[in-house]
């Protein structure tokens, strides 16, 4: 028998599973007010009647916990940090956006998070004599938020935001941020959608998402039907 995978966002104590293939030798049905007897041969009960039917079936089920919160994420480790979000005070290195907008950072929590830009800061380059990090390729927005992570442990704005979410991983892939991309696998993977998860599917195996994968699978398995609907 084929394994039924349900992909829960929102856990209760109570789950629904549907379409259930039920053995043929599991039937149990009350008859004339009878004490429960259990049939082995289905002819001896009215399949044909509106009447409920009862079985009795054995189901074997697993649980795997892929979700977070924000209080794991927000470690008391990074409490102490916040405070110098934005703040200038003691800050070591400017981060320069697209526009030529300027962050004030930490050289130590940028080189504890990521080891590109450890070693921008460390060997002798550019970045470590002039005190200064240019990405240009990223817009101020997604600097923000990857600054915001950086000093609190989580997300700001984009835990809902794919746009954003996608643009984080090209940065947490290209300056080695694993935490980040973390966070992003997951946060994708809770955003799951008909119209989102193929290209979700695609970027997961781009950037080795392992989580946004497993559920974009599931995903499709469960709404097949939904998605070739689409198509037409």
Partial sequence: MIPIRKDITNWTDDIMFEDLVIPS?????????????RFRNLDTCNKESTALHEYDILINCSIIWQAFTDDTLSAKSYKNME???KNSEFSDVKIRAKNNEEFPAHKI???????????????????????FINLPELDADIIKEL???????????????????????KVADMYC???????CDLSL??????????????VSQAYKLLILKQR??????NNVNS?????M
């Fill in 216 to 221: 974009a699978l599931i995903y499709i398995t």
């Fill in 177 to 183: 941020i694993s935490e980040l991309k973390r966070v």
């Fill in 25 to 37: 030798n599991s039937h149990r049905c009350k008859l004339n007010n009878s004490p429960m007897i």
């Fill in 189 to 202: 993977s809770n955003n799951l959608s008909l119209d989102n998860v193929i290209s979700l599917l695609e």
């Fill in 83 to 85: 405070a110098y979000f």
């Fill in 109 to 131: 929590i940028l080189s504890s998070n990521s080891s590109v830009f450890k070693q921008m800061l460390t060997i002798d380059m550019k970045e470590k004599k002039e005190n």
């Fill in 147 to 169: 600054l915001y992570f950086l000093y609190h442990g989580k997300l700001d704005k984009a835990s809902e935001n794919n746009a954003i979410l996608l643009e984080l991983v």
């Fill in 227 to 231: 998605l070739c609907l689409q198509e």
